[in-house]
């Protein structure tokens, strides 16, 4: 066994330990859960008959949860089972458009709205039971309407105060869009995660000939908003990093924002390097793919998309042209938030399961241990980094 899976044998749980993916998470719930069953039913723990330990080992962690719904569209969070005194970890999907529910006789796909209203159903029909509350959503909900430039609201501002209001205790995110947003709960726990470790495992165990360093590689962010992930990315490669800024016109407004007009580059000479590019989400794509198109007018090798959040939401026509046209050689995105059965099945994508890490994060906090180590995964990508180079990975 490794030492990940027998770091935090010395402090006593918080509580019975109780997982509930909702609906639109149910797939990767399913997934930490196998990680969790397995630890803990191999891990030797001399206080295991002490009853802070009781239900410590069971053949899942998963709580039944269902949010049934009336004829009407309106619906209801209920329990299956008791969950007083528990620790429970709630995960939440609200980018997963793939579920459906009746509205008056019509098919409704459901919205992050109606995953976040389910979620605080369910919190709802805990009602206060538990010792503890953890809600793990990946995609924040909201996150891109979290700064106020005008008279607008601040949905995701709003939205951390109410779930800290009904009794959660921590808030875990993954490559929050502004992480500045936790300004709103200063007293909750919020952690928002990098996939940085998984994103350049998923690279370097699909790609065999890299060379990883400035002279043949790069990391380029595609706008100036995420320019910490690109720093991060690049140090710990040891690579050069570039930017591009959005140049956009002031004077008209479409679809809810300012067109941009142009890509303008700012970074050494790209040619011939492979170049990462990372940034936090695909939404339609359209920004990464055109950041894509410049680097390749630069002359850059081979490029590798790296984006916690694969939404597409314009679909993958587009990034099907740029693979068969050689502008893109890989887009990896994480199981975070829903996948479409035809992504997966794509040439060029490459999934990140990020199931390991959140069931290695909610079984530390479980043990009321600090989780400061799996935030920098610093050690971890140089072990990887020194077997690529060994032949060894």
Known sequence: ???????????????????????????LGEKVDKYLVEWRNTRENEHQSNIAFEGYQRDSYIIGAKVPRFGSGEAKGTLTESVRGY?????????????TYSLCG?????????????LKRVIAAIGGKAKSLTVIMPFLYESRQHKRTGRESLDCAIA?????????????TFDAHDPRVQNSIPLSGFETVQPAYQFIKGLLRNEKDLKIDSDHMMVISPDE??????????????????????????????NGRNPIVAHEFLGSDVTGKDVIIIDDMISSGESVLEVASELKRRKANKIFIFSTFGLF????????KAYEEGYITRVLTTNLVYQTPELLEKPY?????MSKYIAYIVDTLNHDASISNLLNPNDRIQKLLTKYKNGTL
């Open 1 to 27: 066994m490794s030492n990940e899976e027998t770091r935090n044998l010395e402090t006593i749980p918080v509580g019975k330990l109780g997982i509930i993916p909702l609906a639109s998470c149910r797939e």
């Open 87 to 99: 620790d429970l970890y709630l995960l939440v999907d609200v980018c997963n458009y793939s579920l």
């Open 106 to 118: 019509q098919i409704n796909h459901m919205s992050p709205d109606d995953h976040y209203q389910d």
């Open 160 to 172: 951390l105060q109410e779930l800290t209001n009904m009794g959660v205790k921590n808030i875990i």
């Open 225 to 254: 908003g995420g320019m910490n992930r690109a720093v991060y990315v690049a140090n710990v490669l040891g690579l050069d990093m570039g930017m591009f800024y959005k140049r956009r016109d002031y004077t008209r407004i479409v």
């Open 313 to 320: 939401t314009n679909g993958l026509k587009k990034f099907d």
């Open 349 to 353: 994508y490459i999934n990140c399961d």
